[in-house]
């Protein structure tokens, strides 16, 4: 066979040429664009070559700080289309953070939208790699800011060559992207993506068991493109020529939900907070959204409720995913085998609201105390990962040791796999509570509250006991029109019957709302600070 | 990224954890068996331990002469699954064929069918490098033979181990597979098959927009296994966990459509004159096909009334596809894109009746006269593919350079393009018909006349003319209720509003049959011998 290499060129190449009249709906801060594919690929043309004029070269890391739009999809091209390396920064970090990351990555140029120049004026000064700052804007003024060399996207696309090729020397196993994972502790951690690994993974993407991606998709990719390249989405969607749908910065519910329905959206992804607010939106607003075959949810466990809701009540097909920066990220999708299709509704959303099987290219094994566990759906373990499209190091740095042993990714998270080889995560290896020598599942009892008419969100975390060592504690925010008529008992009764007696939290406070990460997941480090901040002021 | 192979065995290991329960439905000589992946796993593990006793080494090729039928399934994965080469021989061709391929493989293992034995007795003095025989067949005893050593499958299968692990030494561009192109003229040329093509290839086979091989899947490979890998489908089929029918030796279209609602068959594949039978079948019995969802058509272009008769009449789906024993074989698949959908019935029609679209992962190029062709439905060109799973070179073969140069191949079909990208083989580069300077199809020639309700098959081909060079010559098969009523003048009459004068051909010849390949396609050497000697009678 030939020795032809996996490019990440080569997925836009495809829809230059076969899928040039399709479109990409992309929302600015100015306005709605409508570009075809056939001008996407000319302006990604046009961007590479601009890029070369700049100075990048093979390998040099070209950062991003924006939102979901066009001019952040040309860029997903453009860097790897030059053997550069697409480095999305994930503008919720903390200003020192996103100066470690840049520096740590050592990026050339800065690709940054114009809302977020101020939070870069700033750290402009601690910047030690930077030669070129681009402002994606839809204006025709540079705007005033103190960022230098600054240039405006639009005028340097100007100068550009619409038929600049992909570059010709890439080695599959050239560095396409980077992302730096969101640590809750510790510095943040980059990956590198290599082009082998995105077209893997696109692929897997596009198979019918797992997102099926299509032709006749209308894509809206909610999860952010700064964060595990909106989970490689935009490479696949691109790939297969699908319509993109791109909500721009800061959208709301009400703007995603005006989107399905406006651009017939068939398939969106994003984490479950994300598809709270939307729900909520839903049921205040009177939206059309037949069209959509499937929302996909990662990033942490639905809870069973929000599957419920999207399928029972408004029949949009709800799809469990699971995967990690470091692993590019799909490595499982949910959905029911075919003889499965005979089980009970309940039996249904059980199976469903588990992370599903492996997706097709990977290998799995679950590492519990002593040795791999068994497929009972009882033993807890470790999942290990390894795989083409799975991270073999963090980039540079001495903490890879911990998660990258015996050529398997460590996950950090704690399953358990039923006869099926489905998965269900149960925690984060950190966030596990051992009470007396048991494991108890934070996850488990966060679902089993949030499926609770009254709770909008749970998060369960340990505290220090003397006599079992850890004991669980739930941080539980009612949905408004509960707050006053549901209290600590009743929901400690309504858990009871579902756990072993030493499972059910110890107790269960009230909270306005649970502090997320910057891709919203609970922060649970900082709730176990604010639980042992109210208990020392309770003493 | 983590540098771990994409190897053929992990397809087989994904469906031992994944779909242990799912079957495979084989029929042979003597019975219908049913076996769950995990019977076929452990069968071909305990194959490959006891190749690897036979002496069968890292590299070895392994022969089978066998239909579609589980065993043949075990010996895909048994083979490269320790690192040898399994090649498929087409028991179709000559002795002298399948002497020259055993010898010129060098294969040190056949496994042969029983039906199948005689032949290979007959030629057994001729083997030059074959060490042992392997009979597959159901029976307790050795059938008589005077193959030495013979060995009985099942036999073998007792002594092996069931735990034998694929070999973990497999670099991705190890050879897995192999076959011998089915010459028309000269020596068969042999393919090798990388383990990496083979799951390139099967990630192809399971996207949305091409045949979606999914778990929900009955497949039911009609094409030969001993023909490019039935179309790659069993390694797919495995990979994604489908029911797969194998419809063993010698089978009838009764046997197909029996099988198609006994099993309840959702996607099968084969080549049109297959399809051409099956539709006999059905009009003479009374199946219930409602099943299927998807009639996979390549090998050779499906005529239009073909297409219609399944989908217009038995609501079949029926999808076109191209490749070749070079292309592993995907490389397009037809399905209308989204914007198609508000074609007229006509419309649709004639572009599902082209090859369709090149599947991800592939590049191709149309060279022309003139360098590359426009895409305009008119100009013709040969089809130039470049990509992962596109052979290299012919295996130790001096013509390979007549096909494989500046890194491309070159097929040999003469395709136009439509704006859309989708590609029509209008011919063979040997069988177009040159008059006057003028490039004439034969294939469309053969489409229009099998499009006329009293045309069972047509083949054109090209008699010498001192005029214009070239002439075309149509021989017809008719419908056996026809062949009173309709003649030459009718089916003149009936292409002439179709075609520019000069296409019109200058005679139509009737023949009970038309001779065909071993894998079905009009054998036109035969065919054009046939023609000279007819001429040369009436002379």
């Not at 290499?5 to 495809?14: A, F, I, K, M, Y």
């Not at 097709?360 to 679950?366: A, S, T």
């Not at 998660?403 to 966030?431: N, P």
């Not at 739930?474 to 707050?483: D, Q």
């Amino acid at each position: 066979m030939m020795q032809t290499p996996l490019t990440v060129g080569s997925l836009l190449e495809r829809a230059e040429k076969f899928f040039a009249k399709k479109q990409v709906i992309s929302q600015t801060h100015d306005k709605l664009h409508t570009l075809t594919y056939t001008e996407i690929g000319k302006r990604t043309r046009k961007l590479m070559s601009v890029l070369a004029e700049l100075g990048v070269q093979k390998g040099d890391r070209v950062g991003t700080l924006a939102w979901n739009h066009h001019r952040h999809l040309e860029i997903y091209f453009a860097a790897p289309g030059i053997g550069s390396v697409l480095h999305t920064i994930n503008i919720r970090l903390s200003p020192e953070h996103i100066i470690y990351i840049i520096n740590h990555a050592e990026d050339k140029v800065l690709l940054i939208d114009e809302d977020i120049l101020p939070l870069i004026e700033k750290i402009q000064g601690q910047l030690k790699t930077v030669e070129a700052f681009v402002v994606m804007t839809d204006k025709a003024e540079l705007p005033e800011s103190s960022l230098h060399p600054l240039y405006s996207y639009e005028e340097l696309l100007h100068t550009g060559d619409p038929a600049f090729p992909f570059a010709a020397d890439i080695n599959e196993n050239d560095p396409a992207g980077m992302c730096y994972t969101s640590a809750t502790t510790g510095k943040p951690k980059g990956v590198l993506y290599t082009h082998r690994g995105i077209v893997l993974h696109s692929f897997a993407l596009g198979l019918a068991d797992t997102a099926a991606i299509s032709e006749s998709d209308v894509s809206m990719a909610v999860v952010p493109q700064f964060h595990v390249n909106a989970w490689g989405t935009p490479f696949a969607c691109t790939w297969f020529g699908s319509t993109q749908v791109m909500p721009g910065p800061r959208f709301t519910p009400k703007r995603l939900a005006e989107f399905i329905e406006k651009f017939k959206v068939t398939i969106t992804a994003g984490v479950p907070t994300i598809w709270l607010g939307l729900l909520k939106e839903l049921e205040q607003g009177n939206y059309d959204t037949s069209s959509l075959r499937a929302v996909l949810c990662g990033g942490a466990a639905a809870p069973k409720g929000l599957i419920q809701a999207f399928e029972k009540k408004y029949k949009i097909p709800f799809y469990h995913a699971y995967g990690a920066t470091e692993t590019t990220p799909l490595v499982t999708f949910s959905r029911l085998k075919s003889y499965q299709q005979d089980l009970s509704d309940d039996e249904k959303l059980e199976e469903r609201s588990r992370q599903g099987i492996l997706v097709p290219g990977l290998e799995m094994k679950i590492i519990g105390n002593d040795g791999e566990v068994a497929w009972d759906n009882q033993e807890m373990g470790e999942l290990c990962l390894r795989g083409p499209w799975i991270a073999s190091e963090y980039y540079k740095d001495e903490r890879s040791e911990n998660a990258f042993t015996d050529g398997w990714f460590h996950t950090g998270d704690v399953v358990t796999v039923d006869e099926e080889g489905t998965i269900k995560i149960v925690d984060r290896t950190k966030d596990l509570i051992k009470s007396g020598g048991e494991w108890i599942s934070s996850v488990e009892l966060e679902n089993a509250l949030m499926a609770h008419d009254a709770v909008f969100e749970a998060s369960v975390i340990a505290i220090p006991d003397k006599k079992w060592q850890e004991r669980p504690i739930a941080c539980v925010v009612l949905h408004e029109g509960y707050r006053d008529s549901v209290g600590k008992a009743e929901l400690l009764e309504f858990l009871r019957p579902q756990f072993a007696k030493f499972w059910v939290p110890d107790d269960i406070l009230f909270f306005d709302e649970i502090p997320k990460t910057s891709v919203g997941k609970f922060l649970k480090r900082q709730l176990r600070e604010q639980v042992k901040e109210h208990y020392s002021l309770q003493q």
